[in-house]
Protein backbone atom coordinates (compact mmCIF):
# COMPACT_ATOMS: atom_id res chain seq x y z
CA UNK A 1 0.00 0.00 0.00
CA UNK A 2 1.27 3.29 -1.19
CA UNK A 3 2.63 5.53 2.21
CA UNK A 4 -0.07 8.58 1.32
CA UNK A 5 -2.69 5.67 1.68
CA UNK A 6 -1.45 4.51 5.09
CA UNK A 7 -1.26 8.29 6.42
CA UNK A 8 -4.76 7.83 5.38
CA UNK A 9 -6.10 4.75 7.31
CA UNK A 10 -3.91 5.79 10.27
CA UNK A 11 -5.66 10.08 10.00
CA UNK A 12 -9.62 7.83 9.74
CA UNK A 13 -8.48 6.15 12.87
CA UNK A 14 -7.35 9.48 14.56
CA UNK A 15 -10.46 11.13 13.27
CA UNK A 16 -12.77 7.92 14.82
CA UNK A 17 -11.12 7.91 17.90
CA UNK A 18 -9.38 11.02 19.01
CA UNK A 19 -12.31 11.62 21.31
CA UNK A 20 -11.37 8.60 23.42
CA UNK A 21 -7.97 9.43 23.54
CA UNK A 22 -6.12 12.08 25.09
CA UNK A 23 -2.48 10.79 23.39
CA UNK A 24 -3.58 11.40 19.91
CA UNK A 25 -6.14 13.98 20.37
CA UNK A 26 -3.71 16.59 19.02
CA UNK A 27 -2.48 14.95 16.03
CA UNK A 28 -3.55 15.77 12.37
CA UNK A 29 -2.13 13.62 9.67
CA UNK A 30 -0.98 15.97 6.48
CA UNK A 31 -3.12 16.33 3.29
CA UNK A 32 -0.67 15.03 0.53
CA UNK A 33 -1.07 18.89 -1.75
CA UNK A 34 -0.26 20.81 1.79
CA UNK A 35 3.13 18.35 2.16
CA UNK A 36 3.58 19.26 -1.54
CA UNK A 37 3.45 22.89 -1.00
CA UNK A 38 5.33 22.65 2.26
CA UNK A 39 8.31 20.58 0.73
CA UNK A 40 8.28 23.10 -2.80
CA UNK A 41 8.96 25.76 -0.02
CA UNK A 42 11.45 24.38 1.89
CA UNK A 43 13.66 22.64 -0.81
CA UNK A 44 12.98 25.12 -4.29
CA UNK A 45 15.93 28.20 -3.20
CA UNK A 46 18.09 25.11 -3.30
CA UNK A 47 16.45 23.62 -7.08
CA UNK A 48 20.17 24.54 -8.38
CA UNK A 49 22.52 23.34 -5.54
CA UNK A 50 20.50 19.54 -5.49
CA UNK A 51 20.93 18.97 -9.33
CA UNK A 52 24.60 19.37 -9.41
CA UNK A 53 25.59 15.45 -9.80
CA UNK A 54 26.57 14.02 -6.34
CA UNK A 55 23.95 15.72 -4.61
CA UNK A 56 23.30 14.28 -0.94
CA UNK A 57 20.78 15.66 1.06
CA UNK A 58 19.41 14.10 4.60
CA UNK A 59 16.09 15.34 5.55
CA UNK A 60 14.40 14.92 9.14
CA UNK A 61 11.13 14.81 10.81
CA UNK A 62 11.24 14.48 14.44
CA UNK A 63 7.13 13.57 14.99
CA UNK A 64 7.08 11.89 11.45
CA UNK A 65 3.65 9.82 11.61
CA UNK A 66 3.56 7.28 9.12
CA UNK A 67 6.54 9.01 7.21
CA UNK A 68 4.24 10.81 4.39
CA UNK A 69 6.82 14.26 4.67
CA UNK A 70 9.62 12.64 4.78
CA UNK A 71 8.62 10.56 1.23
CA UNK A 72 7.50 13.23 -0.16
CA UNK A 73 10.95 15.55 0.68
CA UNK A 74 13.01 12.47 -0.89
CA UNK A 75 10.40 12.28 -3.87
CA UNK A 76 10.87 15.92 -4.61
CA UNK A 77 14.37 15.84 -3.89
CA UNK A 78 15.31 13.17 -6.35
CA UNK A 79 12.56 14.70 -9.48
CA UNK A 80 15.45 17.50 -9.27
CA UNK A 81 18.15 15.23 -9.57
CA UNK A 82 17.41 11.49 -9.87
CA UNK A 83 20.89 10.83 -8.58
CA UNK A 84 20.40 12.44 -5.33
CA UNK A 85 21.08 10.59 -2.25
CA UNK A 86 18.80 11.00 -0.09
CA UNK A 87 18.89 9.97 3.66
CA UNK A 88 15.68 10.15 5.71
CA UNK A 89 15.61 10.20 9.56
CA UNK A 90 12.35 10.46 12.02
CA UNK A 91 11.07 10.14 15.31
CA UNK A 92 7.58 9.13 16.39
CA UNK A 93 5.90 8.19 19.96
CA UNK A 94 2.96 6.46 18.46
CA UNK A 95 4.20 2.84 18.19
CA UNK A 96 2.24 1.75 15.61
CA UNK A 97 2.46 4.95 13.12
CA UNK A 98 6.25 4.12 14.15
CA UNK A 99 5.98 0.65 12.89
CA UNK A 100 4.39 1.88 9.82
CA UNK A 101 6.54 4.45 8.76
CA UNK A 102 9.44 1.96 9.17
CA UNK A 103 7.75 -0.66 7.05
CA UNK A 104 7.29 2.19 4.41
CA UNK A 105 11.40 3.33 4.45
CA UNK A 106 12.10 -0.33 4.19
CA UNK A 107 10.21 -0.34 1.41
CA UNK A 108 11.92 2.34 -0.21
CA UNK A 109 15.35 1.63 0.65
CA UNK A 110 16.22 3.73 3.39
CA UNK A 111 17.76 2.84 7.02
CA UNK A 112 14.59 1.70 8.82
CA UNK A 113 17.09 2.36 12.20
CA UNK A 114 16.88 5.66 11.04
CA UNK A 115 13.13 6.34 12.32
CA UNK A 116 13.67 6.53 15.94
CA UNK A 117 10.93 5.50 18.53
CA UNK A 118 9.77 7.60 21.83
CA UNK A 119 9.40 11.03 22.77
CA UNK A 120 11.87 13.75 20.79
CA UNK A 121 11.87 16.11 24.05
CA UNK A 122 12.84 13.75 26.88
CA UNK A 123 14.43 11.13 24.18
CA UNK A 124 16.00 12.65 21.09
CA UNK A 125 17.04 9.74 18.85
CA UNK A 126 19.53 10.95 17.06
CA UNK A 127 21.27 13.39 19.58
CA UNK A 128 24.10 15.22 18.26
CA UNK A 129 23.53 14.74 14.08
CA UNK A 130 22.42 17.51 12.25
CA UNK A 131 20.41 17.66 9.08
CA UNK A 132 19.87 19.42 5.71
CA UNK A 133 16.30 19.77 5.83
CA UNK A 134 13.66 19.80 8.78
CA UNK A 135 10.05 19.48 8.52
CA UNK A 136 7.34 18.69 10.40
CA UNK A 137 3.49 18.81 11.46
CA UNK A 138 3.50 18.53 15.04
CA UNK A 139 0.29 18.40 17.28
CA UNK A 140 -1.32 21.36 17.93
CA UNK A 141 -1.89 22.33 21.68
CA UNK A 142 -0.54 19.29 23.17
CA UNK A 143 0.49 19.50 26.69
CA UNK A 144 4.08 18.65 27.53
CA UNK A 145 3.51 17.53 31.20
CA UNK A 146 4.95 14.40 31.32
CA UNK A 147 8.12 15.15 29.88
CA UNK A 148 8.07 18.41 32.19
CA UNK A 149 10.94 16.98 34.47
CA UNK A 150 13.47 16.22 31.46
CA UNK A 151 12.63 19.66 29.54
CA UNK A 152 13.09 21.80 32.31
CA UNK A 153 16.03 20.25 33.84
CA UNK A 154 17.97 20.29 30.21
CA UNK A 155 16.65 23.96 30.08
CA UNK A 156 18.17 24.89 33.77
CA UNK A 157 21.47 22.73 33.76
CA UNK A 158 22.36 23.12 29.72
CA UNK A 159 20.94 26.56 29.05
CA UNK A 160 21.99 27.75 25.38
CA UNK A 161 24.21 24.53 25.25
CA UNK A 162 20.99 22.05 25.48
CA UNK A 163 18.07 22.43 22.92
CA UNK A 164 15.50 24.73 25.43
CA UNK A 165 17.84 27.16 26.64
CA UNK A 166 15.93 30.38 24.94
CA UNK A 167 12.72 29.67 26.93
CA UNK A 168 10.05 27.08 27.83
CA UNK A 169 6.48 27.52 26.53
CA UNK A 170 3.31 27.11 28.51
CA UNK A 171 2.91 23.53 29.42
CA UNK A 172 -0.39 23.16 27.27
CA UNK A 173 1.12 23.44 23.86
CA UNK A 174 4.38 21.91 23.06
CA UNK A 175 4.52 22.97 19.68
CA UNK A 176 7.62 25.99 20.20
CA UNK A 177 9.62 22.90 21.81
CA UNK A 178 9.22 20.80 18.41
CA UNK A 179 10.66 24.18 17.01
CA UNK A 180 13.92 24.47 19.64
CA UNK A 181 14.25 21.41 18.84
CA UNK A 182 15.02 21.36 14.94
CA UNK A 183 17.11 24.69 15.59
CA UNK A 184 19.49 22.13 17.70
CA UNK A 185 19.69 20.75 14.70
CA UNK A 186 20.92 22.73 12.14
CA UNK A 187 23.54 22.34 10.24
CA UNK A 188 26.21 25.39 10.48
CA UNK A 189 27.27 27.61 7.80
CA UNK A 190 30.85 27.45 7.01
CA UNK A 191 32.76 30.69 6.03
CA UNK A 192 32.06 30.32 2.32
CA UNK A 193 28.09 30.34 3.15
CA UNK A 194 27.68 27.05 2.68
CA UNK A 195 26.23 24.34 4.88
CA UNK A 196 23.60 25.26 7.09
CA UNK A 197 19.89 23.93 7.06
CA UNK A 198 16.21 24.89 6.40
CA UNK A 199 13.72 23.99 8.51
CA UNK A 200 9.62 24.24 7.51
CA UNK A 201 7.15 23.40 10.45
CA UNK A 202 2.97 23.65 10.21
CA UNK A 203 1.65 25.57 13.25
CA UNK A 204 -1.45 27.17 14.89
CA UNK A 205 -2.06 30.48 15.20
CA UNK A 206 -1.33 30.07 18.78
CA UNK A 207 2.84 30.38 18.51
CA UNK A 208 2.28 33.71 16.54
CA UNK A 209 1.19 35.74 19.42
CA UNK A 210 0.81 33.80 22.68
CA UNK A 211 2.93 35.04 25.68
CA UNK A 212 3.26 38.50 27.05
CA UNK A 213 6.37 39.90 27.20
CA UNK A 214 9.22 38.29 28.73
CA UNK A 215 7.56 34.62 29.04
CA UNK A 216 8.61 31.69 27.81
CA UNK A 217 7.27 31.81 23.89
CA UNK A 218 8.31 35.38 23.53
CA UNK A 219 11.58 34.97 24.31
CA UNK A 220 11.32 31.99 21.81
CA UNK A 221 10.35 34.01 18.91
CA UNK A 222 13.04 36.48 19.83
CA UNK A 223 15.98 34.29 20.06
CA UNK A 224 14.30 33.11 16.65
CA UNK A 225 14.35 36.93 15.08
CA UNK A 226 17.27 38.31 17.00
CA UNK A 227 19.36 35.20 15.32
CA UNK A 228 17.58 36.10 12.15
CA UNK A 229 16.67 32.33 11.21
CA UNK A 230 12.96 33.23 10.59
CA UNK A 231 12.78 33.60 6.71
CA UNK A 232 8.44 33.45 6.25
CA UNK A 233 5.28 32.69 7.54
CA UNK A 234 2.74 31.27 5.63
CA UNK A 235 -0.94 31.60 6.43
CA UNK A 236 -3.10 28.69 4.55
CA UNK A 237 -6.95 28.24 4.24
CA UNK A 238 -8.46 26.71 6.87
CA UNK A 239 -10.38 23.54 6.79
CA UNK A 240 -7.43 21.88 5.08
CA UNK A 241 -6.68 19.12 7.57
CA UNK A 242 -9.40 16.00 8.30
CA UNK A 243 -10.19 16.58 12.04
CA UNK A 244 -9.47 20.69 12.86
CA UNK A 245 -10.57 23.31 10.56
CA UNK A 246 -8.88 26.09 12.48
CA UNK A 247 -6.37 28.39 10.28
CA UNK A 248 -2.32 27.17 9.78
CA UNK A 249 0.26 28.37 9.17
CA UNK A 250 4.19 27.54 7.61
CA UNK A 251 6.98 28.68 9.27
CA UNK A 252 10.10 28.56 6.95
CA UNK A 253 13.21 29.51 8.71
CA UNK A 254 16.85 28.94 7.55
CA UNK A 255 20.54 30.06 9.34
CA UNK A 256 21.17 30.55 5.36
CA UNK A 257 19.59 33.30 4.22
CA UNK A 258 19.58 34.63 0.37
CA UNK A 259 21.07 38.10 0.62
CA UNK A 260 17.94 39.93 -0.19
CA UNK A 261 16.20 37.67 2.68
CA UNK A 262 18.75 39.02 5.21
CA UNK A 263 17.25 40.74 8.16
CA UNK A 264 13.60 40.75 6.95
CA UNK A 265 10.75 38.20 7.16
CA UNK A 266 8.30 37.22 4.53
CA UNK A 267 4.26 37.28 5.53
CA UNK A 268 2.85 35.81 2.52
CA UNK A 269 -1.23 35.40 2.97
CA UNK A 270 -2.21 32.16 0.78
CA UNK A 271 -5.65 31.83 2.95
CA UNK A 272 -8.06 31.99 -0.30
CA UNK A 273 -6.30 29.57 -2.38
CA UNK A 274 -8.45 26.95 -2.07
CA UNK A 275 -10.69 25.28 -3.71
CA UNK A 276 -14.29 23.19 -2.40
CA UNK A 277 -14.21 19.48 -1.93
CA UNK A 278 -16.48 17.69 -3.78
CA UNK A 279 -17.09 15.40 -0.84
CA UNK A 280 -16.06 16.19 2.79
CA UNK A 281 -13.59 14.36 4.76
CA UNK A 282 -14.39 14.60 8.76
CA UNK A 283 -13.06 18.52 8.61
CA UNK A 284 -11.52 18.58 5.27
CA UNK A 285 -13.99 20.88 3.14
CA UNK A 286 -10.79 22.44 1.47
CA UNK A 287 -7.81 21.31 -0.76
CA UNK A 288 -5.32 23.26 -2.50
CA UNK A 289 -5.50 22.55 -6.05
CA UNK A 290 -2.44 20.86 -8.09
CA UNK A 291 -3.76 21.84 -11.66
CA UNK A 292 -5.15 18.24 -11.99
CA UNK A 293 -9.12 17.41 -13.49
CA UNK A 294 -9.24 21.48 -14.37
CA UNK A 295 -8.54 22.78 -11.06
CA UNK A 296 -5.80 25.84 -10.31
CA UNK A 297 -2.82 24.97 -9.55
CA UNK A 298 -2.59 26.66 -5.92
CA UNK A 299 0.72 24.73 -5.27
CA UNK A 300 2.48 26.19 -8.82
CA UNK A 301 1.38 29.55 -7.88
CA UNK A 302 1.64 29.88 -4.10
CA UNK A 303 5.73 28.45 -4.64
CA UNK A 304 5.97 30.93 -7.48
CA UNK A 305 4.80 34.17 -5.39
CA UNK A 306 7.06 32.71 -2.47
CA UNK A 307 9.86 33.11 -4.67
CA UNK A 308 9.05 36.18 -6.07
CA UNK A 309 7.97 37.74 -2.28
CA UNK A 310 10.44 40.21 -1.93
CA UNK A 311 10.12 41.84 -5.69
CA UNK A 312 6.18 41.77 -5.01
CA UNK A 313 5.93 43.25 -1.99
CA UNK A 314 8.03 45.75 -3.33
CA UNK A 315 5.70 46.73 -6.44
CA UNK A 316 3.00 48.43 -5.60
CA UNK A 317 1.47 47.86 -9.18
CA UNK A 318 1.72 43.94 -8.87
CA UNK A 319 -1.49 42.20 -8.74
CA UNK A 320 -0.34 40.15 -5.66
CA UNK A 321 0.97 42.82 -4.04
CA UNK A 322 -1.08 42.96 -1.10
CA UNK A 323 -0.81 39.39 -0.39
CA UNK A 324 2.93 39.59 0.89
CA UNK A 325 4.32 41.86 3.21
CA UNK A 326 8.09 42.47 4.58
CA UNK A 327 9.18 43.60 7.50
CA UNK A 328 12.19 44.25 9.05
CA UNK A 329 12.91 41.61 12.02
CA UNK A 330 12.97 44.27 15.08
CA UNK A 331 9.37 45.45 13.36
CA UNK A 332 7.61 42.18 15.56
CA UNK A 333 9.47 43.39 18.36
CA UNK A 334 8.25 45.81 21.14
CA UNK A 335 8.72 47.45 24.60
CA UNK A 336 6.60 46.63 27.72
CA UNK A 337 6.65 49.41 29.68
CA UNK A 338 4.96 50.20 32.97
CA UNK A 339 3.05 53.48 33.39
CA UNK A 340 3.35 54.70 36.98
CA UNK A 341 1.16 57.33 38.42
CA UNK A 342 1.48 58.58 41.65
CA UNK A 343 -0.82 57.68 45.17
CA UNK A 344 -2.83 59.88 46.35
CA UNK A 345 -4.72 60.55 49.17
CA UNK A 346 -7.30 62.32 51.88
CA UNK A 347 -7.46 61.30 54.84
CA UNK A 348 -10.64 60.24 57.04
CA UNK A 349 -11.91 58.22 60.53
CA UNK A 350 -15.74 56.52 59.65
CA UNK A 351 -17.11 53.56 61.27
CA UNK A 352 -15.90 51.63 58.20
CA UNK A 353 -12.27 52.55 58.81
CA UNK A 354 -12.46 51.46 62.92
CA UNK A 355 -13.95 48.03 61.96
CA UNK A 356 -10.92 47.87 59.01
CA UNK A 357 -8.34 48.64 61.90
CA UNK A 358 -9.94 45.77 63.99
CA UNK A 359 -9.31 42.98 61.06
CA UNK A 360 -5.77 44.38 60.29
CA UNK A 361 -2.87 41.94 61.78
CA UNK A 362 -0.53 45.03 63.14
CA UNK A 363 -3.52 46.49 65.62
CA UNK A 364 -4.27 42.78 66.25
CA UNK A 365 -0.84 42.20 67.90
CA UNK A 366 -1.46 45.35 70.04
CA UNK A 367 -1.99 44.61 73.86
CA UNK A 368 -5.44 46.14 73.69
CA UNK A 369 -6.43 46.09 70.15
CA UNK A 370 -10.46 46.95 70.88
CA UNK A 371 -9.24 49.71 73.83
CA UNK A 372 -6.84 51.09 70.99
CA UNK A 373 -9.14 51.69 68.02
CA UNK A 374 -11.89 52.77 70.61
CA UNK A 375 -9.23 55.86 71.39
CA UNK A 376 -10.02 57.21 67.69
CA UNK A 377 -14.01 57.32 68.13
CA UNK A 378 -14.14 60.68 69.47
CA UNK A 379 -12.50 61.74 65.76
CA UNK A 380 -15.17 60.35 63.96
CA UNK A 381 -16.28 62.33 60.78
CA UNK A 382 -12.87 64.27 60.82
CA UNK A 383 -10.97 64.76 57.83
CA UNK A 384 -7.54 65.98 56.64
CA UNK A 385 -5.65 67.05 53.70
CA UNK A 386 -2.23 65.61 54.89
CA UNK A 387 -0.63 62.44 56.25
CA UNK A 388 1.19 64.44 58.59
CA UNK A 389 -1.89 65.87 59.89
CA UNK A 390 -4.10 63.30 60.35
CA UNK A 391 -1.03 61.21 61.94
CA UNK A 392 -0.74 64.12 65.13
CA UNK A 393 -4.17 63.87 65.62
CA UNK A 394 -4.44 60.18 65.85
CA UNK A 395 -1.67 59.96 68.15
CA UNK A 396 -2.55 62.89 70.41
CA UNK A 397 -6.13 60.48 70.56
CA UNK A 398 -4.28 57.54 71.50
CA UNK A 399 -1.90 59.12 74.06
CA UNK A 400 -5.43 60.81 75.76
CA UNK A 401 -6.45 57.24 76.22
CA UNK A 402 -3.86 56.23 78.14
CA UNK A 403 -2.08 54.43 75.37
CA UNK A 404 0.89 54.13 73.75
CA UNK A 405 1.20 54.94 70.48
CA UNK A 406 3.48 51.91 68.89
CA UNK A 407 4.88 53.21 65.68
CA UNK A 408 7.13 51.42 63.32
CA UNK A 409 7.02 51.06 59.51
CA UNK A 410 4.24 47.77 59.50
CA UNK A 411 2.06 49.71 62.31
CA UNK A 412 2.45 53.20 60.11
CA UNK A 413 1.67 51.36 56.81
CA UNK A 414 -1.22 49.65 58.00
CA UNK A 415 -2.55 53.22 59.78
CA UNK A 416 -2.61 54.81 56.89
CA UNK A 417 -4.51 52.07 54.82
CA UNK A 418 -6.71 52.15 57.44
CA UNK A 419 -7.67 56.26 57.73
CA UNK A 420 -6.33 56.81 53.66
CA UNK A 421 -8.84 57.33 50.99
CA UNK A 422 -7.73 57.62 47.32
CA UNK A 423 -8.64 61.09 45.83
CA UNK A 424 -7.48 62.60 42.19
CA UNK A 425 -7.29 65.91 44.61
CA UNK A 426 -5.24 64.05 47.44
CA UNK A 427 -1.88 64.61 48.89
CA UNK A 428 0.87 62.69 46.64
CA UNK A 429 2.49 60.01 48.74
CA UNK A 430 6.27 60.03 49.16
CA UNK A 431 8.41 57.10 49.50
CA UNK A 432 12.30 58.35 50.15
CA UNK A 433 11.55 61.66 48.71
CA UNK A 434 9.76 60.26 45.06
CA UNK A 435 6.13 59.97 44.50
CA UNK A 436 4.75 56.54 45.68
CA UNK A 437 2.94 54.80 42.78
CA UNK A 438 -0.26 53.31 42.80
CA UNK A 439 -1.11 49.64 41.83
CA UNK A 440 -4.67 50.45 41.40
CA UNK A 441 -3.81 53.08 37.93
CA UNK A 442 -0.68 51.36 36.96
CA UNK A 443 -0.99 50.86 33.42
CA UNK A 444 0.66 48.76 30.52
CA UNK A 445 1.81 50.40 27.03
CA UNK A 446 3.98 48.26 24.26
CA UNK A 447 6.13 50.63 22.20
CA UNK A 448 7.73 49.76 19.32
CA UNK A 449 11.95 48.81 19.65
CA UNK A 450 13.82 51.44 18.68
CA UNK A 451 11.51 54.26 19.58
CA UNK A 452 12.18 56.53 22.37
CA UNK A 453 9.77 55.34 25.28
CA UNK A 454 9.58 58.64 26.93
CA UNK A 455 9.52 60.77 24.05
CA UNK A 456 6.28 58.43 23.56
CA UNK A 457 5.21 59.11 26.91
CA UNK A 458 4.87 63.21 26.27
CA UNK A 459 2.90 62.29 22.85
CA UNK A 460 0.42 59.29 24.05
CA UNK A 461 0.15 59.14 27.90
CA UNK A 462 0.81 62.76 29.29
CA UNK A 463 -1.92 64.57 27.07
CA UNK A 464 -4.36 62.40 29.58
CA UNK A 465 -2.38 62.11 32.29
CA UNK A 466 0.69 64.66 33.02
CA UNK A 467 1.78 62.89 36.19
CA UNK A 468 2.70 59.35 34.51
CA UNK A 469 6.05 58.04 34.56
CA UNK A 470 7.77 55.42 33.27
CA UNK A 471 9.44 52.55 36.27
CA UNK A 472 12.00 51.91 33.33
CA UNK A 473 13.33 48.82 36.02
CA UNK A 474 9.71 47.06 34.96
CA UNK A 475 10.59 47.28 30.46
CA UNK A 476 10.57 43.84 29.52
CA UNK A 477 11.23 43.37 25.59
CA UNK A 478 8.60 40.91 23.76
CA UNK A 479 8.14 39.96 19.90
CA UNK A 480 5.07 38.91 18.38
CA UNK A 481 3.81 38.44 15.23
CA UNK A 482 0.49 39.43 14.54
CA UNK A 483 -0.05 38.04 10.98
CA UNK A 484 -3.77 38.93 10.52
CA UNK A 485 -3.65 42.79 12.09
CA UNK A 486 -0.95 43.17 8.87
CA UNK A 487 -3.28 41.67 6.03
CA UNK A 488 -6.51 43.16 7.94
CA UNK A 489 -8.81 44.91 5.26
CA UNK A 490 -11.57 46.95 6.79
CA UNK A 491 -15.23 46.35 5.43
CA UNK A 492 -17.68 49.46 6.10
CA UNK A 493 -20.61 48.71 7.88
CA UNK A 494 -24.01 48.12 5.62
CA UNK A 495 -26.06 51.50 5.13
CA UNK A 496 -28.62 51.49 8.18
CA UNK A 497 -31.47 52.50 5.53
CA UNK A 498 -30.77 48.73 4.27
CA UNK A 499 -30.35 46.66 7.49
CA UNK A 500 -33.62 48.63 8.83
CA UNK A 501 -35.49 47.13 5.44
CA UNK A 502 -34.30 43.41 5.66
CA UNK A 503 -35.61 43.74 9.42
CA UNK A 504 -38.52 45.17 8.18
CA UNK A 505 -38.95 42.38 5.66
CA UNK A 506 -38.30 39.88 8.25
CA UNK A 507 -40.86 40.91 10.17
CA UNK A 508 -43.57 40.38 8.10
CA UNK A 509 -42.22 37.52 7.10
CA UNK A 510 -42.45 36.41 10.77
CA UNK A 511 -45.93 38.20 10.90
CA UNK A 512 -47.00 36.00 8.07
CA UNK A 513 -45.73 32.72 9.84
CA UNK A 514 -47.25 33.49 12.66
CA UNK A 515 -50.62 33.92 10.93
CA UNK A 516 -50.54 30.65 9.47
CA UNK A 517 -49.96 29.01 12.96
CA UNK A 518 -53.00 31.08 14.44
CA UNK A 519 -55.40 30.19 11.37
Known amino acids: MPNHNMGYVFEELIRRFAEQSNETAGEHFTPREVIKL ?3 LLVAPDADALSVPGAARTVMDPACGTGGMLSAAEDHITDLNPDATVETYGQELNPESWAICRSDMLIKGQDPENIAPGN ?5 GHARKKFDYLLANPPFGVEWKKVKDEVEAEHTSMGDAGRFGAGLPRINDGSLLFLQHMLSKMKPVDVDGGGGSRIAI ?20 RWI ?21 ISTYFWILTNRKAPDHKGKVVLLDARDQWVKMRKSLGDKRKELGDGKAGKPNHIADITRLYAE ?21 SAFGYQRITV ?57 AVV ?61 VHPHVPDAWIDHAKTKIGYEIP ?5 YVYEPPRPLAEIDAELKELEAEIQGLLGEVTE
Do not use: C
Open 38 to 40: MVN
Open 120 to 124: SFSDD
Open 202 to 221: VFNGSPLFTGAAGSGESEIR
Open 225 to 245: LENDWLEAIVALPDQLFYNTG
Open 309 to 329: AVDVAGDAEHPLHGKVKVFDN
Open 340 to 396: ERPLKLRFEVTEETLAGMLTAKPFQKLPQPEEFVEAFRPLLGSEWATKAEAFVDLKD
Open 400 to 460: AAGLLWPGGAPFMRSMREAVGVRDPEGEVQKVKGADEPDPELRDYENVPLGEDVEEYLKRE
Open 483 to 487: FTRHF
